[in-house]
């Protein structure tokens, strides 16, 4: 959706969820020699302030990714999980010297784990955006940006020539009809490249898309999956306004999920707002039992 800016919810719960989970997917496909591919659908700007402009006005990064520096750093290094503390040691390698209120976007992190062999597809529709992502990655080899739809882009891109790869799905769900949409992706995606590993971000609404797509996720591939949720508040039947999110993988790497489980309770105790926070993980082999 040409409105949808995402500097306004940068740095927000959300964002700490699919970052953790992208870092450990990636690093983990870059533990064989062979290249990959890694593709982004919708890749938003590429990075933000958070104390400027859109991020400035709501703030969300105050209750997410501000919450997990503070814990921590207050905690000591046994109390905080692993894969947090590398997570945040990537965040801080990627910043600028001398920059404040810097965020990295998926595609910027994503960046900094690719390899001289790897290649990564940055789809934006959103003119500014794209422009802003294209002129951060302008001049780098690895990493192509397109003004594209991502979701039709994943026809001529897969399947990457050394059938390894890890495709981010992550629409802002603003247009009723993207609900709909990633699951049709994700099945022709998965079809034309069956080996790939696939992650996909969906809100935890108050809406009948929002509660039925992750059942339709988890029916509509014949693979290997993991399913997780992050909840920082409780909320009301029908109520408005997103109270956590949820990632549907499809081929999860190696470790992946081993590193979510660990990190998943940590997180609901620091980014938990009431009694209602909670996180669960659901795995074919589970629903298989």
């Known amino acids: 959706m040409l409105a949808y800016r995402h500097a306004f919810h940068a740095g927000n719960h ?3 969820l699919k970052q953790l989970a992208l870092f450990l997917g990636l ?3 870059g533990k064989k020699e062979k290249g990959f591919l890694h593709v982004d659908t919708h890749a938003g700007a590429g990075s933000y302030l958070l ?3 859109y991020a400035a006005q709501n703030r969300e990064w105050e209750n997410g990714i501000a919450r997990v520096r503070a814990a921590a750093a207050t905690g000591s290094r046994g109390s ?3 894969p947090i503390l590398e997570y945040l040691e990537l965040l801080a390698a990627i910043e600028p010297p001398g920059s404040h209120g810097f965020f990295p976007g998926t595609p910027v992190l994503a960046s900094y ?3 001289p062999q790897d290649r990564a597809v940055c789809c934006e529709l959103h003119p500014t955006d794209y422009q802003l992502l294209a002129e951060r990655f302008a001049g780098d080899k690895q990493v192509q940006v397109r003004k594209e739809d991502g979701f039709s882009a994943l026809k001529s891109l897969l399947p990457p020539p050394t059938r390894r790869g890890l495709v981010f799905i992550d629409p802002s769900y603003e247009l009723g009809q993207d609900y709909d949409l990633v699951i049709k992706t994700l099945v022709q995606a998965h079809k034309r490249f069956p080996t790939g590993s ?4 969906y809100p935890l609404l108050e809406r009948e898309e929002a509660l039925e797509l992750p059942g339709k996720l988890r029916s509509g591939c014949d693979a290997p999956w993991l399913d997780l949720e992050l909840r920082v ?5 029908g109520e408005r306004g997103m109270s956590g999110s949820g990632l549907f993988v499809l081929n999860p790497p190696y470790t992946l999920e081993d590193g979510m489980r660990t990190s998943l309770p940590w997180l609901v105790d620091v980014l938990g707002l009431d009694g209602g926070a909670k996180a669960e993980t659901r795995t074919s082999a589970d629903a298989s039992a």
């Open 198 to 201: 696939y992650v996909v971000w």
């Open 80 to 82: 905080v999980p692993e």
């Open 233 to 237: 508040r409780g909320n009301l039947p």
């Open 14 to 16: 959300a964002d700490i």
């Open 113 to 115: 784990l690719l390899r």
């Open 27 to 29: 690093r983990q496909l």
């Open 51 to 53: 104390d400027e402009g």
